[in-house]
């Protein structure tokens, strides 16, 4: 997987621009050559930095039957185990609190769970456009950790 940003891509294009050393060097004096490494180096240096920013993941369990909500728990309870932080949207029909929320709850800011639905009644074909949320702003796009 590539982390393809602005940033990245004219690092990355700089890195080109300055080429290779060793017996590749279009320089024929040493002084040049070494000024050409040291710049090299320390756009490489950039580069390494811009790509080892911490970055979120995000990941979607869909489809028919069961097991989506125990593989995701699982891996929320991994990541915690890790000591990071982890934000649940999980989409269901009806506007309740899961139990697994409640549970999660034990870990405090670590966690925050966010049930979406809509109210959907088998006599309304059309269900109603609030969304369903406890305690948060997701369905406007805010920060899922905001409290």
Do not use: C
């Not at 290779?20 to 000024?35: S, T």
């Not at 050409?36 to 911490?54: A, F, G, L, Y």
């Not at 609190?97 to 709850?105: K, M, N, Q, S, T």
Request: aromatic letters at 4%; zero cysteines; a positive charge.
């Amino acid at each position: 997987m590539t982390n393809n940003t602005p940033e990245t891509n004219k690092l990355d294009q700089s890195a080109a621009d300055l080429g290779m050393g060793g017996h590749l060097a279009p320089e024929q004096d040493d002084a040049g050559y070494r000024k050409r490494m040291e710049r090299r180096q320390e756009v490489q240096r950039q580069r390494v930095e811009e790509r080892n920013k911490e970055k979120g993941l995000v990941m979607v369990f869909t489809g028919q039957g069961k097991g989506k909500t125990t593989a995701s728990l699982g891996l929320v309870l991994r990541t915690l185990g890790h000591g990071k932080r982890v934000a649940v949207i999980q989409f269901i029909k009806g506007g309740w609190e899961p139990g697994e929320a409640r549970a999660l709850r034990t870990f405090g800011d670590q966690v925050v769970w966010h049930a979406l639905g809509r109210r959907v009644h088998l006599g309304n074909p059309r269900p109603s456009p609030r969304p369903t949320t406890r305690g948060g702003g997701v369905a406007n796009g805010t920060d899922l950790f905001a409290r």
